[in-house]
């Protein structure tokens, strides 16, 4: 049973449009992150949303953390062709269990 | 160390063959996981040890794979009898305390190849 599901699993988009990646559940987190992996690299963290609602900004990156901590979504403007990767989503669900995590979209940013 | 490293950075090995995979985490960092990824794929979690406690082995795929924490540091992950559907990057993340939203720290994974 995959219990955060990524969407799409793929996508490739040409610089400067804007997209949106989705990251569902039906569990409730306590948290849930947001990474981006490169070939031949571990994950690097790039957001934690713990509040149900919260919004938080990154630059061109903007996050969500649905009302009811069960979803989120990746909002990237302008798409840069540095933000290709793979975007994988995590969530804790509660603060001494495993983190679990989604397979990633991998994001292909056409120069 | 500034952040987790993992030995070896690759490894061939043949089938049927033990393998034994290390990761030092971030000194201080109570918690420390272990997660398969396969090409392209996402992070499939194998095992996660938290202080003292009994470790949280319900990922891993079969009775060939272990792992120990010896003195709440350093960590090994041992295939035993390796088959050719382990190849794989093995990761390993290490977060320092029990609290939401803590992050995880990745070192740079170990590629396994099984012949």
């Known amino acids: 049973t995959q219990l955060l599901e990524q969407s799409p699993q793929f996508l490739s988009i040409q610089e400067g449009e804007n997209l949106t990646v989705y990251c569902n559940s039906s569990?409730?987190?306590?948290?849930l992150q947001w990474y981006r992996q490169e070939p031949g690299e571990g994950p690097v963290l790039l957001v934690t949303v713990v509040t149900g609602g919260e919004v938080k900004k990154l630059k061109r990156l903007t996050f969500q953390f649905g009302d009811a901590r069960k979803d989120s979504s990746l909002h990237i403007t302008a798409a840069q062709p540095g933000d290709t990767g793979l975007y994988l989503c995590a969530g804790g669900l509660n603060r001494d269990d495993k983190i679990i995590f989604g397979k990633g979209t991998r994001l292909h940013i056409l120069p | 160390g500034a952040g987790v490293s993992q030995s070896p950075s690759n490894k061939v090995t043949e089938k049927g063959k033990d393998v034994e995979l290390r990761c030092d985490p971030i000194s201080g960092h109570t918690a420390l996981y272990w997660y398969r990824q396969s090409l392209g794929q996402g992070l499939e979690f194998l095992i996660y040890f938290q202080g003292n406690s009994a470790p949280d082995k319900s990922g891993l795929p079969s009775d060939r794979f272990s792992a120990e924490r010896t003195g709440g540091s350093v960590s090994t992950l041992t295939i035993q009898r390796t088959q050719q559907e382990d190849s794989a990057v093995y990761l390993c993340?290490?977060?320092?305390?029990?609290?939401?939203?803590?992050?995880?720290?990745f070192g740079p994974g170990t590629r396994l190849l099984v012949l």
């Open positions: 569990s409730v987190f306590s948290s």
């Open positions: 993340a290490s977060r320092q305390q029990r609290a939401a939203g803590e992050t995880q720290y």
